[in-house]
């Protein structure tokens, strides 16, 4: 099939890879015309492993082109997702300012049949605004179809090629077969192709992430009890996720959610909720205890120095969102970084792959390092913020060494505490006792 991706990011471009390498022919377009330059080079400007490889293969292949034609990617193909921005705006609630320009834009531009398909997360009705849209500025027919992305960063790539559902919202049967034969590859092992409406399938998606945001919540919530009663959540955690109804996994306790969707996705389907009379006290909740946990290493840091943060030097491992990804959008890193600058500390982070991205915001306020152990040297304390794995066993004698202060926060429950303290670390976890 001829396809085109409008929006050439984390989804875009993954999305677009795996298409391409079943067979299809992809145009992805993006309006960024250096991230195009890049990939028409094989360079990839995001961060996700395994990609790098497929784009190169597809597109040396001839399956997989790049354009910031607009134009050209609709008139050469008769499905067009779109995988467009849908950021917070100022009220919290989805802007749809890219994807309802860019629908209008097709219509114009479109020379035949065309089947949208939005892969954005957007409220319900938005599909119905895409057609509307769509319809009254084209002269050819056009189906419209929501087919919400579920794909993780960091891991994008796998959950493209075996998704654990594929949800499809449309009321064309056309379309709805088109959609089924584009994904049929990807479900080979029996995972569901679900067919719903559109309102339905846009829901979804909001439903899946609120979910993910509550548990995460949820079990921040509770370890800051724990800390206080002198009870270790890692216990409580495995205690209660042995109950397959409550289940092993997100129920991490740490320093808050972040990232390009849960974040702006709750505060959007709280605004969703608002705008039906609704009262959204259990999504509100979810919010506001995750703005909370943003800071509850700083304030561990600043109650241990009485307060007195002001001339303390402090290093932060970890500026990503979640290990795996460059992606810095909405990092509980940030948040803790403009609080300590403005308590008059010292910061020295480093990350393996997302300095770059935290550089253009902080710029020479923070100083920046390439070695996690150059990050030490002479520090008061360290915050882990993000549990990449190079984290997970360092040489505690040389951080030691390195450090001033002996004190690491692990906003991860990364470390054994026991073991720390028996080599001499003043050693604070997120909800693990007294
Ligand atoms: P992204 O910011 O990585 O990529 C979006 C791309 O669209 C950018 O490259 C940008 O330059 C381009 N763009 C912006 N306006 C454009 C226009 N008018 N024409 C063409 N290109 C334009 O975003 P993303 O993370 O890929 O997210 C896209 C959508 O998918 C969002 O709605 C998001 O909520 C949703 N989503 C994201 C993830 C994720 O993990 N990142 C997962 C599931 C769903």
């Not at 467009?84 to 749809?96: C, I, V």
């Not at 067919?195 to 509770?222: C, G, H, P, Q």
């Not at 009663?229 to 409550?246: F, L, S, T």
Request: aromatic fraction near 6%; proline fraction near 5%.
């Amino acid at each position: 099939m001829n396809l085109s991706i409008i929006g050439t990011g984390y989804v875009g471009l993954v999305q677009g890879a795996c298409f391409a390498d079943t067979g299809n022919r992809v145009i992805c377009m993006d309006i960024d015309e250096r991230k195009i330059k890049a990939l028409k080079k094989g360079i990839i400007p995001i961060y996700e492993p395994g990609l790098e490889e497929m784009v190169q293969k597809n597109a040396q292949e001839g399956r997989l082109e790049f354009t910031t034609s607009l134009k050209i990617a609709v008139q050469n193909s008769d499905v067009i997702f779109l995988c467009l921005p849908t950021p917070q705006s100022e009220d919290g609630s989805a802007d749809l300012t890219h994807v309802l320009e860019v629908a209008d834009e097709i219509g114009k531009d479109a020379n035949g049949e065309k089947l949208v398909v939005s892969k954005s997360t957007v409220p319900v009705g938005t599909a119905d605004k895409i057609r509307g849209i769509v319809r009254k500025k084209s002269k050819y027919p056009v189906e419209v179809a929501s087919n919400p992305e579920f794909l993780k960063e960091g891991t994008a790539l796998q959950d493209s090629l075996k998704p654990d559902r594929i949800v499809i919202g449309s009321r064309s049967k056309k379309a709805i077969e088109i959609l089924k034969e584009l994904y049929e590859p990807f479900v080979r092992t029996g995972n569901p192709i679900l067919v719903m409406d559109e309102r339905s399938a846009e829901m979804t998606k909001y439903a899946a992430n609120a979910f993910l945001a509550m548990k995460i919540s949820f079990v921040n919530e509770l370890a800051n009890l724990c800390e206080q009663v002198g009870a270790d959540i890692d216990w409580v955690r495995r205690g209660i996720a042995a109950d397959p109804r409550i289940g092993k996994l997100f129920l991490f306790p740490g320093v808050g959610y972040g990232g390009s969707c849960l974040p702006k996705d709750v505060k959007a389907l709280i605004k969703t909720s608002e705008a039906n009379d609704r009262d959204p006290r259990l999504l509100r909740a979810v919010d506001e205890v995750n703005e909370n946990q943003k800071m509850v290493l700083v304030s561990k840091l600043a109650s241990r120095f009485r307060n007195r943060l002001r001339g303390k030097v402090v290093a932060i491992w970890g500026l990503s969102f979640k290990p795996q990804t460059d992606d810095v959008r909405e990092a509980p890193s940030l948040v803790m970084i403009e609080s300590l600058l403005q308590s008059g500390v010292t910061v020295r982070a480093h990350d393996p792959i997302a300095i770059s991205a935290v550089k253009a915001r902080f710029g020479k306020r923070v100083q920046f390092f390439e070695s996690s152990y150059d990050a030490l040297k002479g520090v008061d304390a360290l915050l882990v913020v993000t549990e990449w794995n190079e984290f997970r066993r360092p040489d505690f004698t040389r951080m030691k060494r390195l450090m001033k202060h002996p004190i690491i926060l692990d906003g991860r429950n990364i470390y054994d505490p026991k073991e720390l303290k028996e080599m001499g670390f003043e050693y604070y976890g997120v909800g693990r006792g007294r």
